[in-house]
């Protein structure tokens, strides 16, 4: 048996049984691969720099007064709102990045280095966070200059944007799912929309559930994004942890439970 018939086996043992803190090492580079790659394609951050900008004022000065009888008024109810959409439509970039991955050959790549197998995957789910965090930056700060100023202050921010970050990542996993199952990443980006569009716009993100058609409020009422946006709306506003963010906490976990799973089974398959 020749060296390069050994090579491929050892390869393969190496990545199976790597230490946690090697694989812990290994995502971080990949996440930092991740975050080079952003940067020269700055372009990817468009979603969650631009969205927040013009929407925040859009949407306040078209609705403010006639929802809440000013944009004053009106700035605790949409930036919360304006900030879970943000995010919320960023997760799908995880999917489609790492269907864009395998149909660009970079997984195959993967398999030939001695890293573990689970840190490609690992890494996506990392460096999209600070995706996350940009946005939440990016929408209070927008808010800031409207006018925004939360009854809670910079501790109730802090906690609203992380409980939203956290619900996001859990969120990602489904998308990281589509991003291995799925044939093509249009087809990752396509399908993923066409379930969070309903979430988000479906919701009391923007208006009163009161003022929706009465059908509707049965729906918008179960959305866990109405839920999520009402936790940090508490939490901003008046620092108030209720049973909305308890709520939120619950569904994330319940998404990671299900779909962590699945992602990383089909991941395996592949890797």
């Known amino acids: 048996m020749t060296d390069t018939q050994i090579i491929p086996g050892v390869e393969r043992r190496l990545k199976n049984h790597t230490s946690f803190r090697q694989t812990l090492s290994h995502s971080l580079t990949m996440a930092y691969r991740g975050l080079v790659k952003v940067r020269r394609t700055p372009e990817q951050f468009f979603d969650v720099v631009l969205q927040p900008i013009l929407f925040t004022p859009m949407f306040t000065y078209i609705f403010g007064g006639a929802i809440a009888g000013g944009v004053k008024a009106y700035?605790?109810?949409?930036?919360?709102?304006?900030?879970?959409?943000?995010?919320?439509?960023?997760?799908?970039?995880?999917?489609?990045?790492?269907?864009?991955?395998?149909?660009?050959?970079?997984?195959?790549?993967?398999?030939?280095?001695?890293?573990?197998?689970?840190?490609?995957?690992?890494?996506?789910?990392?460096?999209?966070?600070?995706?996350?965090?940009?946005?939440?930056?990016?929408?209070?700060?927008?808010?800031?200059?409207?006018?925004?100023?939360?009854?809670?202050?910079?501790?109730?921010?802090?906690?609203?944007?992380?409980?939203?970050?956290?619900?996001?990542?859990?969120?990602?996993?489904?998308?990281?799912?589509?991003?291995?199952?799925?044939?093509?990443?249009?087809?990752?980006?396509?399908?993923?929309?066409?379930?969070?569009?309903?979430?988000?716009?479906?919701?009391?993100?923007?208006?009163?559930?009161?003022?929706?058609?009465?059908?509707?409020?049965?729906f918008v009422n179960g959305n866990p994004i109405s839920h999520l946006i009402s936790a940090i709306r508490q939490l901003t506003s008046n620092g108030v942890i209720g049973h909305d963010f308890w709520l939120s906490l619950i569904g994330a976990a319940v998404i990671v439970a299900i779909f962590a799973p699945l992602t990383v089974r089909a991941y395996m398959r592949k890797a």
Not at 87 to 102: C, N, S
Not at 145 to 171: D, K, N, Q, S, T
Not at 175 to 189: E, H, L, P
Request: proline fraction near 6%; hydrophobic fraction near 55%.
């Open 75 to 218: 700035l605790p109810i949409i930036i919360p709102g304006i900030l879970v959409q943000t995010i919320i439509t960023a997760t799908v970039v995880t999917g489609v990045q790492l269907r864009e991955d395998m149909e660009k050959g970079v997984f195959n790549r993967f398999r030939s280095l001695p890293i573990a197998r689970i840190a490609p995957l690992a890494g996506a789910l990392l460096a999209d966070t600070v995706r996350y965090v940009i946005a939440a930056t990016i929408t209070f700060g927008m808010g800031y200059l409207l006018g925004y100023r939360p009854g809670a202050g910079i501790e109730g921010v802090l906690m609203g944007g992380l409980l939203v970050i956290i619900f996001a990542w859990c969120l990602s996993w489904i998308f990281a799912f589509f991003g291995m199952i799925v044939r093509t990443a249009s087809s990752v980006q396509g399908i993923s929309l066409l379930i969070l569009f309903p979430l988000t716009f479906l919701s009391n993100a923007f208006v009163p559930v009161k003022t929706l058609p009465h059908w509707l409020q049965g």
